[in-house]
């Protein structure tokens, strides 16, 4: 028993001694070593709050995709233009940015941006590529849309006699005395100075150049807003003041009518809770050619760029149907991807739950979407020029001839200004 016990224990110490060396002789366990490594730079624009979203989908793809590393740096809205530029300048600026597509433009026409092969967004919605097109030529990939939708008050409706919805924005002033002369209110306030809201009219018409500006339907149009701002139908404010003091405006029970971004709605909800008991909602006004406008960001890689491979992988895996479907439910924007649009989150609604359905209505707009203007050159001062003039006719007290004259010498400045 005795030597049994001998034996066992010399069999345990050879044991140990034999997984020591095997230890000592095992070499370390290293990650695999990746050739090439990428730090892909990617600047946002006003996402800095949603870290909760953006960090688990950067750690999936640098899962799927070890060879690059994603950066992500968050840039204040209002700084976005003047700190990319400066950085395209640079020799080292970041290698994807989140942009608007006018100014994407503009750094496109100046040869500043790298062109993507147009059949990698094939899964994208169709109209909203073409509007990301330089020369035929695809300069940036999609990121998310928005495209705004008309509230209505129910009541204000009702007391004015009104039973149906106008389409369009003929339509919609046509009712303006109606609604003034039974209630008091306004039927809108167009806020026709703010951004490009005049031009998205105007274009809804047909009237995108300079020759269309002086058409007799152009005159039309501006005449018929001189109407209803001397005729006190529509605010004073509509040719000084924002979508902000429209939306106050509309809270307050003063408008019929609104055209907003159905993201809005959480707004008049929480601060209005009366008025947006009273609140319908219905597709956004259209011009002529029935179509509807729509509002796009976009992901851009600049000429410059260091690692413009990793920088188009992580922009297409940032707008896949899963990744696209999420930011929508958190932010109220629409996805720009095919697939994300079919999900039953855009096309299920219901008829009792006015956000639901005014999500529906957003969602299905992007099927018919008017073309965007695109101007050659100087977009911003054109557009200066434009809600410049809207200004002059609407304040002007002379008759058609005087608006006529106005609105040809701003077509021959819009002319000089986009050559």
């Known amino acids: 028993m005795k030597n049994l016990k ?3 224990a010399i069999v345990c110490i050879c044991l140990i001694c034999v997984e020591a060396v095997y230890l000592i002789a095992k070499p370390e366990q290293k990650p695999p070593k990746v050739d090439n490594m990428q730090e892909v730079v990617f600047w946002s ?4 709050t949603f870290g909760s979203y953006m960090n688990p989908i950067i750690a999936e793809f640098e899962k799927q995709n070890p060879d690059v590393k994603i950066k992500w740096i968050d840039v204040p809205y ?10 395209i300048l640079s020799n080292t600026p970041p290698d994807l940015v989140n942009l608007t597509p006018d100014f994407s433009s503009v750094l496109a026409q100046k040869q500043a941006l790298e062109y993507i092969d147009c059949t990698k967004l094939s899964g994208y919605n169709k109209q909203i590529v073409e509007t990301l097109k330089q020369d035929g030529r695809c300069y940036a990939v999609p990121f998310y849309a928005t495209s705004s939708i008309t509230f209505y008050n129910k009541d204000i409706l009702k007391q004015s006699g009104i039973t149906s919805i106008p389409k369009t924005y003929d339509e919609l002033n046509s009712i303006a005395l109606q609604i003034k002369s039974k209630t008091d209110k306004f039927v809108t306030m167009p806020t026709l100075t703010e951004n490009d809201t005049l031009l998205k009219i105007l274009n809804k018409y047909r009237i995108n150049t300079p020759e269309a500006f002086v058409s007799q339907k152009s005159v039309s149009i501006f005449e018929d807003y ?16 924002n979508h902000q003091e429209a939306l106050e405006k509309y809270m307050s029970g003063q408008l019929a009518f609104i055209q907003s971004g159905a993201n809005f709605l959480n707004i008049v909800k929480e601060n209005a809770p009366q008025i947006y008991k009273k609140t319908g909602v219905a597709p956004q006004f259209t011009g002529d050619t029935g179509k509807y ?6 992901l851009i890689i600049p000429a410059r760029a260091q690692h413009k491979d990793g920088a188009l992988r992580f922009a297409l895996f940032l707008t896949n149907k899963k990744n696209q479907v999420e ?34 209505i957003s969602a299905k707009q992007l099927n018919n979407l008017q073309a965007q203007v695109k101007f050659k050159y100087n977009h911003k ?6 809600n410049t003039c809207v200004q002059q006719v609407m304040l002007s007290k002379g008759g058609k001839s005087q ?13 000089r200004l986009d050559k």
Do not use: C
């Not at 624009?45 to 800095?48: A, E, F, K, T, V």
């Not at 406008?293 to 976009?298: E, T, Y």
């Not at 004259?405 to 400045?413: D, G, H, P, V």
């Open 45 to 48: 624009l006003q996402m800095g």
């Open 6 to 8: 001998i034996i066992i």
């Open 381 to 386: 001062e054109i557009i200066t020029l434009l």
């Open 226 to 241: 001189k109407r209803l701002y001397h005729n006190d139908l529509i605010p004073k404010e509509s040719i000084t003041q």
């Open 293 to 298: 406008d729509v509002s796009i960001m976009n």
């Open 327 to 360: 930011l929508a439910k958190l932010t109220t924007i629409l996805p720009v991807n095919s697939d994300s649009l079919q999900d039953e989150y855009f096309t299920v609604y219901d008829d009792s739950d006015v956000i639901s359905k005014a999500r529906y």
């Open 403 to 415: 608006t006529e004259e106005i609105l040809e010498n701003t077509a021959q400045k819009w002319r």
């Open 78 to 87: 209002s700084e976005g233009e003047k700190r990319t530029l400066a950085s």
